[in-house]
């Protein structure tokens, strides 16, 4: 089969995935896209589902495969997000992005929101993707791309890079990833206390390093206590020796009180998750953002035998 005819084939499966309703099969379908793709470090695109934003990334990224199979990924952390932005009370509402990656989350939300952003990505490779992708998208003047790692005291360490998911890339080394050398901040030195004080909410998704990001933005807590959206990495944190509550006690210390998964809705953690969840923390002042979002004590996602449930504590 020529290389010409799997992309065309590949493009007919996308075109079919993206409009596909059910989550089952919809992740088999991304494995025949990405099959059918040329493994190659092509330069490819994908325009993001109900939005302006075109998003270029390497063919060799997993990521951009999703979302060239997809056109989405994640919506309820970016349905939470807009829904942040939209409620906020500063007149130059800003994201900040810990864990940026190509510009999923901070360039869909800066073209659709008008917000500002500072997006925080240290992987060079993708760094770079990212800064194309805000010239690509006309949103240069809206992004402030920090090209540091992120933690609990500022120095030098090594990254550690997968270039077949860089996505998953982080401090921590894995099998065939490549180390490089970058420099790590604490987030008080990245953000000054004025543009803390226009951020409207803050997404972490960093693998496992959400602690050490939290340790290292004390200074900003005692300013102010924005809605925060993080990832709680099971096999990350275990890997680390931390748990869930480890992650979380940072927030408790800073004055955040309700920890949500997020779902569809908001709703109690120990109610059951995955192994790869997203929290939202927020304080007594966020609960119309709460309400507007969807927030359901009594609610229990759905078992599926690819992702099993198990209750959270935080």
């Given amino acids: 089969m020529t290389n010409r005819?799997?992309?065309?084939?590949?493009?007919?499966?996308?075109?079919?995935?993206?409009?596909?309703?059910?989550?089952?099969?919809?992740?088999?379908?991304?494995?025949?896209?990405?099959?059918?793709?040329?493994?190659s470090d092509e330069i490819m695109y994908a325009r993001l589902k109900n939005s302006r934003v075109r998003l270029s990334f390497r063919r060799s990224d997993k990521l951009g495969v999703l979302l060239y199979a997809l056109a989405d990924a994640e919506p309820n952390v970016f349905r939470f997000l807009s829904l942040a932005m939209k409620s906020a009370s500063q007149k130059a509402p800003l994201l900040v992005d810990l864990g940026a990656n190509i510009g999923l989350v901070s360039l869909r939300l800066a073209a659709e929101t008008g917000c500002k952003t500072i997006s925080v990505e240290p992987q060079p490779g993708v760094k770079d993707f990212l800064e194309a992708n805000a010239k690509l998208n006309g949103l240069e003047s809206q992004v402030r791309l920090v090209p540091h790692a992120v933690g609990d005291s500022s120095g030098e360490t090594f990254f550690y890079v997968n270039h077949r998911h860089p996505a998953s890339s982080s401090m921590r080394e894995t099998p065939d990833s490549q180390k490089v050398h970058v420099q790590i901040k604490r987030l008080d030195e990245m953000v000054s206390r004025d543009e803390w004080l226009q951020a409207a909410v803050m997404k972490v998704d960093i693998e496992g390093y959400e602690r050490e990001a939290f340790l290292g933005a004390t200074g900003l807590f005692e300013t102010a206590l924005p809605p925060v959206v993080f990832e709680v990495n099971f096999a990350a944190l275990a890997e680390r020796g931390q748990t869930p509550r480890d992650v979380s006690e940072p927030l408790r210390q800073a004055g955040y009180k309700h920890f949500h998964a997020l779902g569809d809705v908001l709703y109690p953690p120990e109610n059951g998750v995955s192994y790869l969840v997203d929290v939202v923390a927020t304080t007594d002042a966020h609960e119309s953002l709460r309400q507007a979002y969807g927030c359901d004590a009594n609610f229990r996602p759905k078992p599926h035998r690819h992702f099993p449930l198990t209750p959270m504590e935080l």
């Fill in 5 to 39: 005819l799997r992309k065309w084939m590949a493009a007919g499966v996308a075109t079919f995935s993206r409009q596909w309703p059910f989550l089952e099969g919809r992740y088999r379908l991304v494995d025949m896209v990405e099959h059918l793709l040329p493994m």
